[in-house]
């Protein structure tokens, strides 16, 4: 059965199709051809054989007509038996698009990247080498306006870099990454809010914590009028609305008491839940007692 970070991972690649080309050309330096489109084409590999083949995602490149596919499989741990289905795979969309093919691996271990990089001897001297995306290559996107253009990329890299030794750093990689899922609808900003915090180092959740937001560098008009106006100013009632709107981003419709508790709490308060929000597994331990004193 699927994971749920395995199918969290190919959603990021569903919901966004070009994110599999930027990754290959930015990360990977891989030469792509010229095309107009990216769609999401069906994953069926099976040939005429009865023996089924189905890839996780593919990602179809035209230009009027294809120019390339590109498979996506994402990998937590390593798996001896896809040396042996990964060419299958290639092949066969080859043949039925008949256009270059690549296999792009996406997994969020480094051991694991090195794994699906291996050439995969196919006899005779031939090799079929998979392009493994390990973590650290991918990109560092700490500004909001950046995050905002491309939020699933903004998500791949906070959890890609979500565990790096810089924890200020991962911190801010994931303030961005969530600057740009909250303008999402609710269930994308729930669960890409989710595997951020997920990702996160336990150094990198301490530093989230204690980041002052007055002094984080809100780029976009987006940010400063939802992020800044709210939190960073002494104002009770913007501060109350913003708190209200992550905090329902973070874990659904709130009950009444909560959100009459957030109108009437202080600026201390909402400035302690803004705090903890970020890193609470829970509602409860988001808002702790600051709304249940105040309501």
């Not at 998500?155 to 303008?183: E, F, R, T």
């Not at 109350?240 to 957030?262: H, K, N, Q, Y």
Request: hydrophobic share 45%; with cysteine.
């Amino acid at each position: 059965m699927p994971s749920h970070l395995h199918e969290a991972l190919l959603l990021l690649f569903r919901n966004r199709p070009t994110l599999a080309p930027e990754l290959l050309r930015d990360a990977l330096q891989v030469e792509l051809p010229a095309y107009t489109e990216a769609r999401i084409d069906s994953a069926d590999l099976t040939d005429i054989q009865p023996t089924e083949y189905r890839a996780d995602l593919v990602v179809l490149l035209l230009d009027g007509k294809p120019v390339m596919g590109i498979i996506v499989e994402v990998q937590l741990s390593p798996d001896e038996r896809k040396q042996f289905v990964w060419p299958v795979y290639v092949t066969n969309l080859r043949a039925r698009l008949k256009c270059p093919v690549c296999l792009l691996v996406v997994t969020a271990d480094e051991a694991v990247a090195r794994w699906a990089s291996r050439p995969i001897e196919l006899g005779g001297a031939s090799l079929f080498a998979p392009l493994g995306l390990r973590p650290s290559g991918g990109p560092e996107i700490t500004h909001e306006n950046k995050a905002r253009e491309d939020p699933e990329l903004a998500v791949l890299s906070a959890m890609a870099h979500g565990q790096d030794a810089d924890s200020a750093k991962s911190a801010q990689i994931a303030v961005a990454a969530h600057l740009a899922s909250v303008g999402l609808d609710e269930d994308r900003s729930r669960l890409y809010f989710d595997l951020v915090l997920s990702s996160l180092s336990e150094a990198a959740r301490r530093a989230l914590q204690t980041m002052d937001p007055a002094k984080y560098e809100y780029r976009s008009d987006f940010a400063r009028r939802y992020v800044a106006e709210g939190i960073t100013q002494g104002n009770a009632q913007g501060r109350a609305a913003m708190v209200t709107r992550l905090l329902t981003l973070r874990f659904g419709s709130l009950p009444e008491d909560v959100r009459s508790g957030i109108a009437a709490a202080s600026i201390e308060e909402l400035d302690a839940i803004g705090e903890r929000l970020l890193t609470a597994e829970t509602l409860q331990e988001a808002i702790r007692s600051s709304t249940q004193t105040a309501g």
